[in-house]
């Protein structure tokens, strides 16, 4: 059974930083793209970042220059290190991994429980 858990999330005063985590773990033959998205109470999700197995990334212009996505493939494990937090953050941050489980003839999408992270002006 594959599973993604987010961690690291919390409450921070504007300006100050976080680093989000996300591990899949399971029987995972091969991890293609790995992806933050985040939603803010009552609007709809947006994309936040992603990165691919090759280490290509991808920033959504709200994030850019702030937010720095990374992946360490040998613990299967993705990160989002947000630096300058404003307000406009707050979100529940959600993980996604499209990923091959052993066994399996093609890739699936995979979704962690997400982690609350609130800004403080």
């Known amino acids: 059974q594959v599973q993604l858990a987010e961690s690291g999330g919390g409450l921070v005063q504007a300006g100050g930083s976080l680093r989000l985590s996300c591990a899949a773990s399971g029987s995972i033959a091969t991890i293609n793209a790995m992806v933050w998205y985040r939603q803010a109470q009552g609007k709809q999700s947006e994309l936040v970042a992603t990165?691919?197995?090759?280490?290509?990334?991808y920033y959504a212009d709200s994030v850019k220059g702030r937010f720095t996505i990374s992946r360490d493939n040998a613990r299967n494990t993705m990160y989002l290190q947000m630096n300058s937090l404003k307000p406009e953050d707050t979100a529940v941050y959600y993980c996604n991994a499209r990923l091959m489980p052993i066994g399996a003839m093609n890739l699936r999408d995979y979704w962690g429980q997400g982690t609350q992270v609130t800004v403080s002006s």
């Open positions: 990165i691919t197995s090759g280490g290509g990334t």
